[in-house]
């Protein structure tokens, strides 16, 4: 997992909101489609954002005594689609909110009128989080280690994608 998180943080580190924003939202799928193989893309998302991101995103009120939930599983998988498939950071099946704006500026976390806006370089860096969290859970996991190996691999350096075969 250690390339995704490279990226990403690579990706803040130059200004490439979207390339870090992109990856981020992916996440959720690479790591539950590891951890719930035989789930659905949606149901593998959110129960991945439920255990490991949904944390972030929920404060319990203690003058109301409820729980605010800015951000729930089904909204950010929305979000996902929305986002990868059309380049559009409004939400057809809405939970809690119509709408996402991003940014770069200090705010994070402010919902106003069912639109959520969130600090990019921050919702990344609660992906990242999540991720590690979830990678310490399953050190120990051979099949977990396993599939993360067989995990996409761009070489930066001379390697054989077979024996025989040399590149670089």
Known sequence: MEQFT??????????????????SLTMPDICGNISY???????????????????FYKYFNRVSQTEVVFLTASDCYALRCSALHEGVDNIKVKDVIARFSFSTL?????????????????????VIKAMEEWDKENENDVLTKTKIQNLLTIHEEPYSP???????
Do not use: M
């Not at 490279?6 to 990856?23: P, S």
């Not at 949606?42 to 949904?54: G, I, P």
């Not at 077979?162 to 670089?168: A, P």
């Open 6 to 23: 490279k990226a990403i943080k690579q990706c803040l580190d130059t200004n490439n909101w979207y390339g870090a924003l992109y990856l």
């Open 37 to 55: 193989p035989n789930s659905k893309t949606r149901e593998r998302y959110e129960l991945w954002f439920n255990k490991y991101l949904s944390k």
């Open 106 to 126: 200090s705010s994070h976390c402010n919902l106003f009128n069912n639109v959520l806006c969130l600090n990019v370089t921050h919702f990344c860096e609660d």
């Open 162 to 168: 077979l024996q025989g075969v040399w590149y670089g």
